[in-house]
Each structure stands twice: as C-alpha cells, then as structure tokens.
C-alpha cells in the first residue's frame, strides 16, 4: 500500500517570501501521479499543481514549482512571493496510475501567511 | 467552468437514520470518487466507479452504499449513523480512471454531514 507523508503539520512563512512544504511517499510502483491541493477554511479541495512521476521536469504553475525527486521518493512544493490568500491547509495525494486511480493522501500541512 | 456539484451541502441527522448525499460530476467525466473528511484529518478514500460500475473500494463502512447513475451523478447511502460518521464527504470526479493518463480529478465543495 502506498503512504504519504508531511511531516510538518504547521508552517509559516512572511508576506512576499517563499516557503516549501515538504512531501514523501512509499510505493513500489514506477508509474504514478503527484499532486499537491489546497484546502481553505471554506473546505473546499483546490487542484495547485500535478506531476506525473515518468516526467523529469519539475512542474510550475505560476508561483507554485515542485521538486519533484523520484529516488529519493520526495515530492516538495515551493511557493514563491506568498500571499495572504495562499494561507491554507496544503495536501500532498499519490495516485497510482494501475489501478482505478484512487488517491492517498498526506495528513495536511497548515500554512500560515504572515502580513 | 461547471464544477462538480453535491448536494446537500449541509445535512443533520440523528443516530440511526438513514442519510443520501448527491454528487454530479463535471460534464463528460464517467469516474466519481467519495471521499470523507473527518475533524482534523486528511481526505480517506471511500469509493469510486468508472462507467457506473465500482472501480474501487476503500475504507467504506459496510453500512454505506453508492452507485453511480446512468447519468453519472452518484449517490453515497449511509445508513444506521453513528456519531463517527459526522464529517465532510468529498465528491470528486475525472474523465478516465487513474489508468488512463492519470486524471486529475477534481472536487466538489463538500457535504457536511453531522450526526446528533
């Protein structure tokens, strides 16, 4: 079975500063996909960024890059040039691409964005 | 855009009842997945279906059913509630399973679910 792991369960970073959130998974397959979502206090789950794990490229998305080390089995999320509205609970989700594609997800990682 | 769409978004019930949540996926996409929230935790992965038939099954209580529709909505039965099950259910929905290029799928907003 596949695990994800954050192990930072708060973090803060100031206004305009960048911040990384750290992200590692356990499987044994070589073919899946990476994904970090961001959870405001108004719950909902919002997609920030993908990877698929047979890509060496790292994924950007405005301010929003991973580093993405597929040995290592570490999936970071850095934000660049925070904002007060980036402040949210972060997810970090695997999804393997053999089977019906459900994901598995991190414990979270509350942001805080400091004015 | 059209996003996927649950209903209801909040729901009371008591202890021992019978609770129906709805999901409509986005347009064209034939997978749906539940998902539940507890307090504090992260999303656990309930169960999916791809072209209404389950693809999947996860951590779902024996008490809870779901079936994806012929239009594709679905709907999450849960029933004998516990005071456990109060939480936020996820709908999330994809065109393609994880199998085919790896969709992303996206979530609706959530279904409050509190069982008194």
């Known amino acids: 079975a596949q695990t994800v792991t954050q192990s930072q369960p708060e973090m803060s970073v100031q206004e305009a500063e960048t911040v990384t959130l750290s992200c590692t998974y356990d499987?044994?397959?070589?073919?899946?996909?990476l994904f970090w979502y961001k959870q405001p206090p108004s719950r909902q789950m919002i997609l920030v960024i993908r990877?698929?794990?047979?890509?060496?490229q790292n994924a950007t998305e405005n301010r929003f890059s991973v580093n993405f080390q597929k040995a290592a089995k570490s999936f970071s999320l850095k934000i660049s040039d925070s904002q007060l509205g980036d402040a949210a609970m972060y997810f970090c989700?695997?999804?393997?691409?053999?089977?019906?594609?459900?994901?598995?997800f991190g414990d979270g990682t509350t942001l805080t964005v400091k004015p | 855009a059209a996003g996927v769409i649950q209903s209801p978004r909040h729901l009371i019930k008591e202890k021992r009842e019978t609770a129906t949540l709805k999901c409509y996926p986005i347009?064209?996409?034939?997978?749906v997945y539940w998902y539940q929230q507890g307090p504090g935790q992260d999303p656990q992965f309930l169960i999916s279906?791809?072209?209404?038939?389950?693809?999947d099954k996860g951590s779902i209580p024996d008490r809870f059913s779901a079936q994806q529709f012929s239009d594709y909505h679905s709907e999450l039965n849960m029933s004998s509630l516990e005071l456990g099950d109060s939480a936020l259910y996820f709908c999330?929905?994809?065109f393609g399973t994880g199998a085919i290029l790896g969709n992303t799928i996206y979530f609706g907003e959530g279904s409050w679910l509190t069982v008194v």
């Open positions: 990877q698929e794990a047979y890509k060496q």
């Open positions: 499987t044994s397959e070589s073919d899946y996909y």
């Open positions: 279906f791809y072209e209404k038939m389950q693809s």
């Open positions: 999330a929905s994809s």
């Open positions: 347009p064209r996409h034939d997978t």
């Open positions: 989700a695997y999804r393997s691409a053999s089977n019906a594609g459900k994901s598995t």
